[in-house]
T-cell receptor
Framework: DQQVKQNSPSLSVQEGRISILNCDYT??????FLWYKKYPAEGPTFLIS?????DKNEDGRFTVFLNKSAKHLSLHIVPSQPGDSAVYFC??????????????FGTGTQLKVEL | SAVISQKPSRDICQRGTSLTIQCQVD?????MFWYRQQPGQSLTLIAT?????????ESGFVIDKFPISRPNLTFSTLTVSNMSPEDSSIYLC???????????FGPGTRLTVL
């Protein structure tokens, strides 16, 4: 049972335009959501996160939106740059006391930013 | 943040053998995690490793198949035992630092089992 879903395996966007990556989840216990970016032959790198008490978090060109009632979040990248071409993973976790919060990942979306 | 290295970066192994993957962190961390990414799949948590205690395994993963050591706060190993071609994956370790929920990942070990 895939609790975190990224239904678009790939996305192609022109440089300078907005990239929108989507993620849906089914587990209502998830309270914290993260986006990771992964280049080939490298481990995922943390990009941005949001807790369930917020509906938006912004960091530079990256904004994450959370619609808790729809169990949906999205990552907006604007403007998109060729260096943004990578696989983007959505991840989610319930909030556990004492650390050790277990991340459940989506299957990823390959973003290609074209010149 | 944390800088994480893994050894080996890749390996090709024969069916029935075992491989031990090392994960080294540049700072002391309490929680370390081991993940697997099968071809075309998402990252799946194998186990959580705390220093000084037994690793906690996720559903579908057992200690006999994936024994883990955590001898100190900067190092851990994952062994993939009695390998089969289905174990061909990228294996990644990650650590949880003081920043809430933000896990930092190593570069991964690409394992191919023939």
């Amino acid at each position: 049972d895939q609790q975190v879903k990224q239904n678009s395996p790939s996305l192609s966007v022109q440089e300078g335009r907005i990239s929108i990556l989507n993620c849906d989840y089914t587990n209502s216990m998830f309270d914290y959501f993260l986006w990771y970016k992964k280049y080939p032959a490298e481990g995922p790198t943390f990009l941005i996160s949001i807790s369930s008490i917020k509906d938006k978090n912004e960091d530079g060109r990256f904004t994450v939106f959370l619609n808790k009632s729809a169990k949906h979040l999205s990552l907006h990248i604007v403007p998109s740059q060729p260096g943004d071409s990578a696989v983007y993973f959505c991840a989610a976790s319930p909030i556990l006391t004492g650390g050790g919060n277990k991340l459940t990942f989506g299957t990823g979306t390959q973003l290609k930013v074209e010149l | 943040s944390a800088v994480i290295s893994q050894k080996p970066s890749r390996d090709i192994c024969q069916r029935g053998t075992s491989l031990t993957i090392q994960c080294q962190v540049d700072s002391q961390v309490t929680m370390m995690f081991w993940y697997r990414q099968q071809p075309g799949q998402s990252l799946t948590l194998i186990a959580t490793a705390n220093q000084g205690s037994e690793a906690t395994y996720e559903s579908g993963f057992v200690i006999d198949k994936f024994p883990i050591s955590r001898p100190n706060l900067t190092f851990s190993t994952l062994t993939v035992s009695n390998m089969s071609p289905e174990d061909s994956s990228i294996y990644l370790c990650s650590v949880e630092t003081g920043a809430w929920f933000e896990q930092f990942f190593g570069p991964g070990t690409r394992l191919t089992v023939l």
